[in-house]
């Protein structure tokens, strides 16, 4: 028999609970549906496959020879699948929450909170991903990104977690003394930027600069990057979120800030969520600022 001539899993299911709990009640009560709609499934199964499977001759409905032979491998058969969905609900559950996000983000931001998230939830494991490269959110890969940009990833879930603008920063050393500078000059000027991204080509061509050509580009791990601009190594473009206080205490200069709406966005794929990418997702919310 094919899988296409297999009688419907619903009437499978009815057989199978008539024969543990031995009377159509019970087996409604273990269904969630009425006696009534068990004994139409029963007729609907044994006219589907063409044999008696219920005695209905006396006052109790018993299970025939053939409903008997249906009924233990129809145990087997769900025993099985039971099995196999408990052992990977319970591989899912021990599976560590897995976040991508960039080494900045996971640095300045996410790092300085997660004490918060350990108190609250010591039961679970998180893997941080600090990468600069969009991945691919698939069931058992990362679970949640944290990206930054304008929020257009069709086909996800996505959600506001830090609107903020972009600044291009330096230190009073390295501008030796100047307070503005044109994009122009700025070329001249070694960036920073972090390893895999292209903050520095994004923000000149935006303001109609040819791509750098004379002033040196350090590429470094997000996490040494707002470090090595406050070092005066060089030029950086990133969010003004993470450097505002810098600014305010006059370790770094703002050259210029452009107000977009852009940010960091919570990243998920669609549909349920287990329960530890939901906790972690509580608590993101709970942070924002």
Partial sequence: ???????????????????????????????NVSHAAISQHLKQLEEHL???????????????????????ALRLGFGAITSAVEELMQIDAARPLHISCTSTFATVWLMPRLPDFRLKHPEIDLMLDPNPQIVTLRPGGVDLAIRHGDGNWPGLDVEMLVPSAISVVASPALLEGRQSVTPEELGELPWLEEIGANE?????????????????????????????????????????????DDLA????????????????????????QRPPVKAFLQWLRRQKS
């Fill in 200 to 244: 520095a080509n994004t923000w000149f061509e935006s303001h109609g600069v040819e791509l750098l050509s004379r002033g040196a580009r350090i590429q470094l791990p997000g996490n040494l990057l707002i470090e090595g601009v406050r070092a005066g190594q060089g030029v950086a473009a990133t969010v003004r979120k993470f450097v505002e």
């Fill in 50 to 72: 063409g044999v008696s499977l219920v005695d209905r001759s006396g006052r109790n409905l018993v299970l025939t020879e053939e409903g008997e032979q249906l009924a233990r």
């Fill in 249 to 272: 205490s006059g370790r770094l200069v703002e050259l210029f800030c452009d107000e977009v709406a852009r940010g960091y966005f919570i990243v998920t794929r669609p549909g349920v």
């Fill in 1 to 31: 028999m094919s899988w296409r001539n297999m009688p419907s899993l619903i009437s499978l299911r009815a057989l199978d609970a008539f024969a543990v709990e031995g009377n159509v009640v019970k087996a409604g009560q273990v269904l």
